[in-house]
C-alpha cells in the first residue's frame, strides 16, 4: 500500500473526496503526495476529505515501545499541552517540546518558560524527562531538541504526537533540513487544524521518527472562527507589547475578542501581549457597552459579523495583590501583564480560557 509521503493517507484512486486521492497516472510514481496535498502545499487551499479517527490511529502507538516527544503551542499553552497523552501513548516515555517560541518576545526568559512548562506538568502528574523549547519557523532549539531524543531514545522509535496544529510536521520537517540534504519541507504542513492524517515514518540515519496526525481539541480557538480570523488572531511573528498607562473605570478592547475593564485601582500600566494583527482599542468604561454594539464586526473585527452571532461571551471579576507581577492569560488570544494592587473584569468567548500566573516576562 503507497502512502501519501505529506500526510501519511494510503493513496487511492477511487473517491476524490476521501482522502489519499490520487489520479491514477501518478500513483506509479515514487515519493507522490495526494491531490489534498498537493492543493495545500501549491495553492494553500484546503480540500476537506473524510477522515479517519485519530485517535484510533493513535492508539497503535500504545503497543510499541516508544519515545513520545509532546509538542504544544507555547502561544496556546492550554489548549494544546494534554496530559491525556501518556494514556493514548500507553505510558511511553515523554519529552515536551514547547515550540513555536519565535511567538513570544525576545525579553521572554527561556528559563522562567521551561520553569512554567515544568509546574503545569507537575500539576497534571504529567512525567517529562525533559523541555525543550524551539522554534520550527526560525530553527531556534532543534539541535537541542535532537540532543534530547538522542539522550533518552534508547534505540527506540521516536514519535511526535499532540494537537493539531501546534508544529509537529513543521518540527520533523525542521530536523530533516538541519540533519540532512534536504532543503524545503517534505511533509505537508498548514494552518489547518488535521493536515497530517496518518502516521508518516521518516528515517534519518538510524533514528525513525513518526509524524501523526493533530490530537482534535475543541478548546482550540482556531475551530470556531474562520481562516480570515484566525490568520489575524494566531501571530505569525514575535508579539509587539503594548503598553498603556490606564485609569480606573477605563476599558480596553481586544478587537472584539475580549474587553478588559480596569474596575478599581490607581493609575497604573498594563501590558497587551496580543497578535499584532489585534487591535488594542482604550475607552471609557461608561461607553464601552455602546462601542461594542456600534462597532462588533467593523472596528472590533474579529469576529465577523457573522461569526459574532454564533459565539457566546462570558466574564471573570479578578482582585490582584500588586506583591508579584502577575499575567492575565486569555488562552489561545494572549495575554496581559499586570504589575499593581487593582480589580479587573474581563469578558471574553466562550472556549478562551481565563487564569492568571506569574508574569512570563
Ligand atoms: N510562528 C511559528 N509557526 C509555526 C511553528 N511551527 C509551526 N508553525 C506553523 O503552525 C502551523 C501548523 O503547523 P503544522 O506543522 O502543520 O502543525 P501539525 O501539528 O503538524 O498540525 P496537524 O497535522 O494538523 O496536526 C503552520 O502554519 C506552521 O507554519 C513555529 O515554530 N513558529
Ligand atoms: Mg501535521
Redesign the pocket.
Known amino acids: 500500500m503507497k502512502k501519501c509521503i505529506g500526510c501519511g493517507a494510503t493513496l487511492q484512486c477511487i473517491d476524490e473526496n476521501k482522502e489519499g486521492y490520487i489520479n491514477e497516472k501518478l500513483i506509479d510514481r515514487d515519493n507522490t503526495y495526494c491531490l489534498r496535498c498537493h492543493r495545500l502545499r501549491n495553492y494553500n487551499e484546503n480540500k476537506e476529505v473524510l477522515k479517519e479517527d485519530y485517535l484510533k490511529i493513535l492508539s497503535r502507538i500504545c503497543n510499541t515501545d516508544a519515545l513520545i516527544v509532546h509538542?504544544i503551542d507555547l502561544f496556546d499553552f492550554d489548549s494544546t499541552f494534554l496530559p491525556q497523552i501518556k494514556r493514548l501513548t500507553g505510558q511511553n516515555d515523554c519529552i515536551i517540546c514547547a515550540?513555536?517560541v519565535?511567538?513570544l518576545p525576545r525579553s521572554v526568559k527561556p528559563n522562567k518558560i521551561i520553569n512554567f512548562v515544568r509546574h503545569r506538568a507537575n500539576l497534571d502528574n504529567f512525567k517529562a524527562l525533559d523541555v525543550v523549547l524551539?522554534?520550527?519557523?526560525t530553527m531556534d532549539n532543534i539541535t537541542d531538541l535532537v540532543e534530547s531524543i538522542m539522550k533518552y531514545r534508547n534505540g527506540r522509535k521516536v514519535f511526535f504526537v499532540?494537537c493539531?496544529?501546534?508544529?509537529?510536521?513543521?518540527?520533523i520537517n525542521a530536523i530533516l533540513k538541519k540533519y540532512s540534504d534536504e532543503s524545503k519541507d517534505i511533509i505537508t504542513?498548514?494552518?489547518i487544524?488535521?493536515?497530517?492524517l496518518d502516521f508518516i515514518e521518516i528515517h534519518l540515519d538510524e533514528f525513525t521518527f513518526i509524524?501523526t496526525?493533530?490530537v482534535f481539541n475543541e478548546r482550540q480557538i482556531i475551530n470556531n472562527l474562520s481562516m480570515e480570523s484566525i490568520n489575524k488572531i494566531v501571530p505569525?511573528k514575535e508579539i509587539r507589547p503594548i503598553n498603556l498607562q490606564l485609569d480606573s473605570k477605563q476599558s480596553v478592547f481586544i478587537s472584539g475578542l475580549a474587553r478588559f475593564d480596569f474596575v478599581d485601582g490607581d493609575k497604573t500600566n498594563f501590558t497587551f501581549y496580543f497578535s499584532n494583527d489585534l487591535l488594542v482599542h482604550r475607552t471609557k468604561l461608561e461607553n464601552a457597552d455602546n462601542l461594542f454594539n456600534r462597532q462588533i464586526g467593523e472596528l472590533l473585527n474579529p469576529p465577523k459579523k457573522e461569526e459574532y452571532e454564533m459565539l457566546k461571551y462570558y466574564s471573570e471579576t479578578l482582585n490582584f495583590d500588586g506583591l508579584k507581577r502577575y499575567d492575565l492569560v486569555l488562552s489561545g488570544l494572549g495575554f496581559i501583564t499586570i504589575v499593581s494592587k487593582c480589580k479587573i473584569k474581563i469578558t471574553t468567548i466562550e472556549g478562551v480560557l481565563i487564569y492568571t500566573r506569574e508574569a512570563l516576562i
Open positions: 509538542i515550540n513555536k519565535d511567538l524551539t522554534s520550527a519557523k499532540g493539531c496544529n501546534v508544529g509537529k510536521s513543521s518540527i504542513t498548514s494552518n487544524p488535521g493536515t497530517t509524524d496526525p493533530g505569525k
